[in-house]
Each structure stands twice: as structure tokens, then as C-alpha cells.
């Protein structure tokens, strides 16, 4: 059992793999529009779901591909899902994008909260922590998720890196989340799945970075960042913080 620890002056929340479940339902969709074309393409999705899946790890597996793509999201869905039809030597980039289409239509309403997340906002919010929502990605795609999970009424600010300009791990967005909670880094949590965004980043700042271990891997073996506190599932944080004083 984790010891209690005190309620913080802000928490600055992920939303991607923190709040909602997004990794794992994003392969259940790709699987799911891949048995959706199989005629069209020519193959079962047995076959072509792994080769899409590689496709995927390619693609955002580039640094300045994952930049440019979590700013255009449908672009690298397209992207994405072309560079997997050459590999089953289809150059046809209609029907890649017609995929990513259906794709898209598909994939917020599949998205759900991770076990206890919302009960966990709501828990902070009634003890009188304020919270920010920090996101980076295309406007479109994050606001839709922050609008169907009316996501607002617990933040006192959300930011988007598509409609700011900018994003983690740029210390202007942990600043302005910080200044909206009108709270002081030293006394404040940053909560996400990425070491390098909610944990590292907010910590040369003097935040708390909590790293999020959604799929349970544990710290890798040469990890150069060292989270303050790490928790499986966000409401992790609830049950603990609820016993501080």
C-alpha cells in the first residue's frame, strides 16, 4: 500500500493513456475497419491487421512524423494506412483514405475512460483541486474527445497543442496550466503516461511528476527519468490522497 500523501495545490492531467483509454481502443478500431475493407482490399484483416499494425509503429515511431502527424491526425491516417496497402503491394491512395475515413468516424465513440478516471476528477474537484488538462495533438481530434466526454467541467483550463502552437514538453504549457490553477509548481502534480512529458518536463520545473503505467510494464531497465510516484490507473491517486492530511 502506497503511503498517504498530502492533497496538492493543482494536478495537470494527460488525457491520452491517463484519462482515456486511447492506445487500446485505437487497435480494436484499426482491427475492426480492416475486416471492414477486407473485400475491398483483397485480404482477410488477419492479414492485414498485423501489417497495419507495423505500419502504425513506423509511422509514429519518427520524431518529426509523430510532430507533424498528432498536429494533422487525419493526414497521418492516411498515411498510415497507404504505407500498409504498398506493403501488400496496393499503391492506392483512395482507398487509403476512404479507410481512414471510416476510421475516423469510428474512433471517439469507442473511446471510454479507464476504470475510475471521471470518479477521480470529480473527487479532486470536490476537494477543491484545481485542474488542468494538457494535451497535445490536432485541435480537431482533441477537442471532439474533450466534447464527448464533457471533459470541461472539471478543468479549469484545457490546453491543446493544436490550438495553441505549441506543447509538451515546452514549459509554456505547464506555466500557463499552472497560472489558469493560479498555483505554484513546487506544491503541484503533473499526471501522464509519457516520461518524458508529464514526468521529466514538469520536474525541471519543480512539479511532482507522476508517471501513469497504464499497460503495467514497469520503469524500463535504462530510463534516464525517475518518476516521483508512479500509479497503474489515475484513481490510484484518489485512494491515496484521500488518507493524507
Same mark, same amino acid.
Given at each position: 500500500?502506497?503511503?498517504?500523501?498530502?492533497?496538492?495545490?493543482?494536478?495537470?492531467?494527460?488525457?491520452?493513456? &491517463?484519462?482515456?483509454?486511447?492506445?487500446?481502443?485505437?487497435?480494436?478500431?484499426?482491427?475492426?475497419?480492416?475486416?471492414? #475493407?477486407?473485400?475491398?482490399?483483397?485480404?482477410?484483416?488477419?492479414? #492485414?491487421?498485423?501489417?497495419?499494425?507495423?505500419?502504425?509503429?513506423?509511422?509514429?515511431?519518427?520524431?518529426?512524423?509523430?510532430?507533424?502527424?498528432?498536429?494533422?491526425?487525419?493526414?497521418?491516417?492516411?498515411?498510415? &494506412?497507404?504505407?500498409?496497402?504498398?506493403?501488400?503491394?496496393?499503391?492506392?491512395?483512395?482507398?487509403?483514405?476512404?479507410?481512414?475515413?471510416?476510421? $475516423?468516424?469510428?474512433?471517439?465513440?469507442?473511446?471510454?475512460?479507464?476504470?475510475?478516471?471521471?470518479? &477521480?476528477?470529480?473527487? #479532486?474537484?470536490?476537494?477543491?483541486?484545481?485542474?488542468?488538462?494538457?494535451?497535445?495533438?490536432?485541435?480537431?481530434?482533441?477537442?471532439?474527445?474533450?466534447?464527448? #466526454?464533457?471533459?470541461?467541467?472539471?478543468?479549469?483550463?484545457?490546453?491543446?497543442?493544436?490550438?495553441?502552437?505549441?506543447?509538451?514538453?515546452?514549459?509554456?504549457?505547464?506555466?500557463?496550466?499552472?497560472?489558469?490553477?493560479?498555483? !505554484?509548481?513546487? /506544491? $503541484?502534480?503533473?499526471?501522464?503516461?509519457?516520461?518524458?512529458?508529464?514526468?521529466?518536463?514538469?520536474?525541471?520545473?519543480?512539479? &511532482?511528476?507522476?508517471?501513469?503505467?497504464?499497460?503495467?510494464?514497469?520503469?524500463?531497465?535504462? /530510463?534516464?527519468?525517475? !518518476?516521483?510516484?508512479?500509479?497503474?490507473?489515475?484513481?490510484?491517486?484518489?485512494?491515496?490522497?484521500?488518507?493524507?492530511?
Amino acid at each position: 500500500m502506497s503511503d498517504p500523501i498530502r492533497l496538492p495545490a493543482a494536478i495537470l492531467f494527460d488525457l491520452d493513456d &491517463t484519462l482515456l483509454d486511447t492506445s487500446l481502443s485505437a487497435t480494436r478500431v484499426w482491427d475492426q475497419t480492416a475486416a471492414a #475493407f477486407a473485400q475491398e482490399i483483397g485480404h482477410r484483416a488477419e492479414v #492485414f491487421k498485423p501489417v497495419l499494425a507495423a505500419s502504425r509503429a513506423w509511422y509514429w515511431g519518427d520524431p518529426r512524423r509523430n510532430r507533424a502527424g498528432r498536429l494533422d491526425v487525419q493526414r497521418a491516417r492516411v498515411a498510415v &494506412t497507404h504505407h500498409g496497402l504498398q506493403q501488400l503491394g496496393i499503391d492506392d491512395h483512395g482507398l487509403a483514405t476512404r479507410f481512414a475515413d471510416y476510421y $475516423s468516424a469510428h474512433r471517439v465513440s469507442t473511446m471510454a475512460f479507464f476504470d475510475g478516471a471521471e470518479e &477521480t476528477l470529480a473527487h #479532486f474537484v470536490g476537494a477543491g483541486v484545481p485542474l488542468a488538462l494538457i494535451t497535445n495533438g490536432d485541435a480537431g481530434g482533441q477537442r471532439a474527445k474533450v466534447d464527448h #466526454f464533457g471533459l470541461e467541467r472539471y478543468f479549469q483550463v484545457v490546453l491543446i497543442e493544436g490550438e495553441q502552437g505549441f506543447g509538451k514538453p515546452d514549459p509554456r504549457v505547464y506555466e500557463r496550466a499552472l497560472a489558469a490553477c493560479d498555483a !505554484p509548481a513546487q /506544491a $503541484s502534480w503533473c499526471v501522464g503516461d509519457s516520461l518524458a512529458w508529464e514526468v521529466a518536463a514538469p520536474q525541471r520545473l519543480g512539479m &511532482t511528476g507522476v508517471w501513469n503505467d497504464w499497460a503495467r510494464r514497469g520503469l524500463p531497465a535504462d /530510463a534516464a527519468v525517475v !518518476p516521483d510516484r508512479v500509479v497503474g490507473r489515475v484513481a490510484e491517486l484518489m485512494e491515496t490522497a484521500a488518507r493524507g492530511d
